[in-house]
Each structure stands twice: as C-alpha cells, then as structure tokens.
C-alpha cells in the first residue's frame, strides 16, 4: 500500500514533525495498522522531497514515542496504534534551584504524561534569552516563560501567539496582547508579609535588606515593597548589595535573598556567638526544604511554588487565558 503524505516547504512547522503528524495521521485513520511496514527511508526521501536526516528524525521522534520499531535490515514497523500526540512545551527558566525544582516538578506532576516538556536556562542573559525563543518558535506546541529581567522584554516575547504563550513568576506589564499568567506582585506581597512580620521585627534595633545582584535576580518591586514597609512602620532600615557592607551587628535583622547570603550570615553568627532570634534576626526569601531545618528553622517570605506550578499546568491544559496571582505567604521560625 502507497502512502499519501503531506509536506508543505512553505509551512511553518518543521519538515520532520510533518512527517511525524502525517503517520500518525495515517494509524488513526487505520491506513496504517499494527505490523505494516513504513515507507524506507529512502522512497520517503525520494518520493517527497525531504532530506534523509529529515526522515532519520521524524522515524526517531515515532521510535522514541513507542509507536514503531526498527527491524534488522527490515526497516520500520508499526508496534503500537495507541496514538497519543504529545504537547511539546518549551520551558524556559532563568537557572535551576531549590524552589525551581519544586515548581518544575509541580508542573510536570500536574500536566501528566501527555506532554512533552523541554527546558532551557537563560542565565539571567538577555541575549541568551531572545535567541532560545527565536530558535524555537516553530518547534513547540506551548511556551512557557520566565522573564526574570528587570528591563522591559515585552518586544522579544511578543513573537509568540498570545494563544501559546504563559508567562511565570514575573508579569511583563508591557505586553499588550491577551495571554496567560500566573505571577507573584513582588511590591505587595513584601509589603503585606514584613507588615505581618512587623511585631517580631520590632524586637530589633536595624532591619537591613541584601540586595545582592551577583547571579541573583531580584525584582525591582521587592525593594519598592521594602521601602513602603518601613516609610510607613517608622523601623530604622537601610538596603545594602553584600553581607560584607551591610556589616551586621547585635540587634540587627538581615533580609536575605542569596542562599549564598544566608549561608555567609549563618556563618558569621555562628563564629560570633549570636543566637539566631534573639541577638540577630535572620527572614530569608523562597521556601525551600532546607530552610525548615537549617539553624533550627529559617524564617522566609515565599510564593506557593507548588501552587504556581499546579496553575500553570492546568491554565495549558484547559486554555485559560488572563492573569492570576499566585498566593504568598509568611511562614516564621526560630530565626526571627
């Protein structure tokens, strides 16, 4: 039996995923069944005009899918009409962490097995950032993006179909088009947490914010948060980039975002003999599992990553459309 398949030089989708939908087409319509063998590599290359590692990739994607197999000098063969077509989603972060797993894995869990999800780091990059988009966008059926920069984005995202397009953890204001979100408002969740935390932030003299940059993203709402807090409780405050110049000293409480920050104040209180809540207050940014043991118990300000990935996967799954807000929250410990 000849097969008829279907390959547009002018579409925008990749030659080889053509070819993949175009088999998969055929064992739905039952043109191809369970056993029948597919056209050779080489009648596919000479009969439609597509490169032979075209078709080398396409045969791939359907091997690695579970849909044919190869047999020793035989060729390829149907081995399972249970055609799922998968989503291919392109997961951009800015790097990997903690709580970074623990969303991933949350939308992974949440999203189930029929979607495909490839991930890519941008590393705080802008270059980096617009070239992974650009070099992808008539490869995947989903985009997922976190635009951890403090500079305006909204030109270089906006070559994804807003039907395709959820953006994560930070809002780009600037985009105009209709899309999904689910992001943190970093100025009023800080605000509303350190007001929360404000009976134990009294206990202290100096409450000092690190806004350390090194490989750290940090919205520029955090600070604007930080600043209405403490204009408006009347708490001695000042923000400094390091540890070493914020300088800490009994009374004071550090605000920490770097784990790195955390660790080196940990540290420092450890070979001064402070004790962490009552000669020195430590609240640190992001839940994590460590956080919940180290030093007794290291109080935070944190998003519901588990949340965030639970809405995400289900904003794609049932094409919902608009801005949510995910939920924040203050959870304190021995540190503070």
Known sequence: MTLKIKIDSDSS??????????????IRAKRLLLEDKLPSINDVCDNYDV??????IAYNELKSRGIISPRHGKGFYVSSTSI?????????FDVMNSYKEELFRSFVNSLGPNYQIDIFFHYYNLKVFEQLINNNINKYGHFVIMPHFNEDVSKIVKVIPAAKLLIIDKDIELLSEEYAAIYQDFKTDIYETLTEAKPLLKKYINLKFITNHNFQFIPDGMEKGF???????????????SISKANPEKGDVLFVVSEHDLIDILKLAQEKNWELGQDIGVLSYDETPLKQILAGGISVISTDFRKMGETA????????FGKVKNPHLLITRKSL
């Open 84 to 92: 799922r077509s998968k989503l291919k989603i392109f997961l951009l």
């Open 313 to 320: 996967a289900n904003m794609i799954k049932n094409k919902i």
């Open 227 to 241: 600043y209405k807090f403490c204009r408006e409780s009347g708490i001695k405050h000042k923000v400094y980039e």
């Open 13 to 26: 989708i990749p030659k080889y995923e053509q070819l993949v939908n175009e088999i998969i087409r055929h």
């Open 51 to 56: 490169s032979r590692d075209t078709v080398v």
